[in-house]
């Protein structure tokens, strides 16, 4: 199986920055896309960036110009740089992968998220 976890969420004030790390772990053959995705109290999870395993990025709409997604495939990770926060930032940041995985010596194709971390933006 493989496992994903977050780290560097917390309290910030608007206009600061944080970053976010991902480490995956596990037997894990190949990562191809990750991501990051939030969801804020009441509201449904949304993207706010992905990266393929060649490097082509994307951003939702409302943090892009703002937020830097980028991978670091020898340590399987994945970090988001986030600066010029808004309060309307503020949710749980999920970490998310598509991983190719050695299973007993078969390679599978899962869709795995981590636990997420809380980004508060406040003053």
């Known amino acids: 199986q493989v496992q994903l976890v977050e780290s560097g969420g917390g309290l910030v004030q608007p206009g600061g920055s944080l970053r976010l790390s991902c480490a995956a772990s596990?037997?894990?053959?190949?990562?191809?896309?990750m991501g990051w995705y939030r969801q804020a109290p009441g509201k449904e999870r949304e993207l706010v960036a992905v990266?393929?395993?060649?490097?082509?990025?994307d951003y939702g709409d409302s943090v892009k110009g703002r937020f830097t997604i980028s991978r670091d495939d020898a340590k399987n990770m994945q970090h988001l740089q986030m600066n010029s926060l808004k309060p309307e930032d503020t949710a749980v940041y999920y970490c998310?992968?598509?991983?190719?995985?050695?299973?007993?010596?078969?390679?599978?194709?899962?869709?795995?998220w981590g636990r997420g971390t809380q980004v508060t933006v406040s003053s």
């Open positions: 990266i393929t395993s060649g490097g082509t990025t």
């Open positions: 998310n992968a598509r991983v190719q995985w050695n299973n007993y010596g078969i390679v599978r194709e899962g869709n795995f």
């Open positions: 596990g037997s894990i053959f190949r990562i191809n896309d």
